[in-house]
């Protein structure tokens, strides 16, 4: 059983960053990070494969957020820039054994408790 612990999430105002983590117990995985909002489905974010470190990420946010790893620390990242008030969300840190990075929900094994990030002034 995988168990992977968020932080890094609170509250930001608008135009500020974030750097989200994500602990993993156990092996490395292909990992993604979903965020679901009060009232909406849960939400594609980002994602990076294993053990190839391919990238993929929403149209909504590439621009704006990069997704990364340490290996050593089991551990994966996604630095949010430019925060704004429709990022308000609580985000979810999830783990495949596919390689290559899925999109959909559906494809994730693991998922973590979440961890809340609120953009307001």
């Known amino acids: 059983q995988v168990q992977l612990v968020e932080s890094g999430g609170g509250l930001v105002q608008p135009g500020g960053s974030l750097r989200l983590s994500c602990a993993a117990s156990g092996r490395m995985y292909t990992m993604g990070w979903f965020r679901q909002a009060p009232g909406k489905e849960r939400g594609f974010v980002a994602a990076?494969?294993?053990?190839?470190?391919?990238?993929r990420y929403a149209d909504s946010v590439k621009d704006r957020v990069t997704i990364s790893r340490d290996n050593a620390k089991s551990t994966v990242y996604l630095q949010m820039n430019n925060l704004k008030p429709e990022d308000t969300a609580v985000y979810y840190c999830?783990?495949?054994?596919?390689?290559?990075?899925?999109?959909?929900?559906?494809?994730?094994?693991?998922w973590g408790q979440g961890t809340q990030v609120t953009v307001s002034s």
């Open positions: 999830a783990a495949t054994r596919r390689l290559a990075p899925p999109d959909s929900a559906t494809d994730y094994d693991y």
């Open positions: 990076i494969g294993w053990p190839v470190s391919s990238r």
